[in-house]
């Protein structure tokens, strides 16, 4: 029974540990500029209400809206431009209630798109970020 019982408690923790991991079917559904934590979308780009941006020198992207209410910066250590290519990266955001800063986070380049869109996720933060390489 004592065996049983240890099963139980592992199982029900393993599995309720599991929104915690990025999802790349989630990460990948994002057709947009976003940024998701845990699996739910914090930012997402709107053509009419944000702006976007990317300062090359130091490799950072920003999106903002009108408002800069919400907005979320990445900086890399490099430019993300190949598929499974793993690069550091800082980020932070804001939205309604607080600000969130990660820094030196390792990220995946999972997908690139003929449009440009590229999809990162880090799993040591649950984050997957969707942006734009702009030349």
Do not use: H
């Not at 919400?70 to 690069?87: D, M, V, Y």
Request: charged letters at 25%.
């Amino acid at each position: 029974m004592k065996k049983f019982f240890t099963i139980m408690v592992i199982a029900i923790l393993a599995g309720g540990c599991e929104y915690l991991v990025v999802s790349n079917e989630f990460l990948l559904s994002q057709e947009e500029i976003s940024l998701s934590w845990k699996n739910a979308v914090q930012i997402k780009y709107d053509q009419a209400s944000y702006q976007i941006g990317y300062n090359d020198k130091n490799i950072e992207y920003r999106v903002y809206d009108d408002k800069i209410a919400n907005w979320f910066t990445l900086r890399c250590s490099e430019k993300p431009e190949a598929e499974g290519q793993t690069i550091m990266a800082d980020v932070e955001w804001t939205g309604s209630k607080s600000t969130k800063t990660f820094t030196g986070q390792e990220f995946k380049v999972e997908k690139i798109g003929g449009d440009g869109l590229v999809w990162l996720s880090s799993s040591a933060n649950n984050i997957g970020i969707v942006i734009k390489n702009i030349k």
